[in-house]
């Protein structure tokens, strides 16, 4: 009975709670045995519940907020946008990490170890592999090192495994995914699959497009290009959370709460860079004569909208929200095609990213004469003295430059920006957004979470003294 109480967890917290991250969670994540054998096929809808509360819930608002992307305004939240963090903070998304995600696909293997890996079960365990895959990549990401090899295993105190090594295993377990999924005796429909319904071919992309986001969090840039070349290739292959439209509290878009439903005025976009970025006046404004941001600006002005079951707001009620984007997709490479191939690739690359965004499609819009411009840029317009390079740097680097500001605004709602902040900061200040402090008692911008408190009381090997100043291992 304890690991359909796991699974009913991970629903309730996605669905009904009322943020319990903001509660201590005080058990060992790792510490979790069950004597019942569950089909897998009960398993899949909880691993990717999990994933979503992972990836676009309190922490990343967190990481938002320390982006120049949301201002906290009252109560806990303003207090986290001013740097106040403590390890509490981490412990719901370490639960869904370790019970909801990586238990749950270890019985799966389990199940698999001693049942026929059938058709069925080479479509379930890729897309499982594919989602762990996910949620472990941003959980590295943001708390750096972490408990991965003896992780929900017979060992108490898991070790925390570098966080290079956890890369390195995520690219493993990609790959066999890879292998199932382009098998052509596995099956290709998956009913408890809430995000394609098993369609093999847009899980292949996404599997590519996370193998390029980890090679470009671990700067290898060719390796990242090269990965991205097989990725999501339309935005019908973006892998999304679709909020229910029965409206149940609880079910809606994931910012919806705390910007303008229950929890509204807790955060929202005003006197953020990210909105002066939007601008028509703002001195940091992006828009030029090919460029104008007022359909997107309306869009991403999160927390000014209606109650009702919009879509034309990043934080409507029934908005989807990205998780692993046709637009990412498109961005690595043409930052890493600037990187490691030509300017001419970055720039080819570039203005698909444009295209799309002039199709309409990447948003929907408050309001049908909202304008939308997104013309496509030549080289010219990077050359010293240019539209996107008044300060007459090398080209080049103009262009990443460019590539950098459209992740940070397409980015938007996920932890690009963050992770891209912590990524460039020491090697490439030229081309990153710079964000100000959101107070002028720090010098440093935020580098990393606490790992859960709960980790901290239950295993011996979790790190202590760290702060959310200090780097992770792949941005030292």
Not at 10 to 37: G, H, K, M, R
Not at 329 to 344: C, H, P, Q, V
Request: with cysteine.
């Amino acid at each position: 009975m304890k690991l359909k109480l796991i699974i009913i967890t991970s629903f309730v917290f996605l669905f009904l709670s009322c943020e319990d991250s903001f509660n201590d969670i005080n058990y060992n994540p790792n510490d979790i045995t069950t004597d019942e054998v569950i089909h897998p096929k009960l398993l899949v809808k909880g691993t990717m519940l999990a994933d979503i509360s992972i990836n676009v819930s309190h922490l990343q608002r967190i990481s938002g907020m320390w982006s120049g992307q949301y201002k906290g305004l009252i109560a806990l939240y303003l207090g986290l946008y001013n740097y106040d963090f403590s390890s509490e903070e981490s412990n719901s998304a370490w639960t869904y990490l370790y019970n909801g995600i990586i238990k749950q696909n270890r019985e799966i293997a389990k199940y698999y170890a001693n049942n026929t890996l059938d058709t069925e079960g080479k479509s379930i365990t890729a897309i499982t592999n594919i989602i762990e895959a996910h949620a472990v990549g941003t959980a590295t990401s943001i708390w750096g090192d972490i408990p991965y090899s003896e992780a929900v295993s017979d060992v108490s105190d898991p070790k925390f495994d570098k966080q290079s090594d956890v890369y390195a295993a995520l690219h493993t377990l990609i790959d066999q995914a890879i292998v199932y999924l382009t098998d052509p005796n596995t099956e290709n429909v998956l009913e408890e699959d809430i995000f394609f319904g098993g369609d093999k071919d847009r899980w292949l992309e996404v599997a590519y497009t996370l193998k390029a986001r980890y090679y470009l969090q671990t700067k290898q840039y060719s390796l990242a290009y090269q990965a991205a070349q097989n990725g999501i290739s339309s935005h019908a292959g973006t892998m999304k959370f679709v909020p229910l439209e029965t409206r149940v509290t609880g079910t809606e878009n994931l910012l919806y709460r705390f910007m303008v439903g229950a929890r509204s005025g807790y955060m929202d976009i005003d006197d953020t860079y990210c909105k002066d970025l939007l601008s028509s006046t703002a001195s940091v404004s992006r828009r030029n004569a090919k460029t104008n941001e007022e359909a997107r600006a309306k869009f991403l002005d999160a927390g000014h909208s209606s109650r009702t079951n919009r879509t034309n707001n990043i934080a409507g009620e029934l908005t989807p929200m990205n998780l692993v984007s046709y637009q990412e997709n498109l961005l690595i490479l043409a930052e890493t095609g600037a990187r490691t191939i030509s300017f001419d690739e970055g720039l080819t690359q570039l203005n698909l990213v444009r295209a799309f965004l002039a199709s309409g499609d990447a948003f929907d819009k408050r309001s049908s004469t909202d304008a939308l411009a997104y013309d496509a840029y030549e080289t010219a317009d990077f050359n010293s003295g240019g539209m996107e390079n008044i300060d007459e740097i090398d080209p080049t680097r103009a262009l990443l430059r460019e590539i950098i500001e459209e992740r940070y605004v397409s980015g938007f709602g996920t932890f690009i920006p963050w992770n891209d902040l912590r990524r460039l900061r020491k090697s490439d200040t030229d081309i990153s957004v710079p964000v100000p402090f959101n107070t002028s008692s720090v010098t440093e911008h935020p580098q990393r979470f606490i790992i859960s408190q709960a980790e901290l009381n239950s295993n011996s090997n979790a790190p202590t003294g760290l702060t959310i100043f200090d780097k992770t291992e792949v941005n030292q």
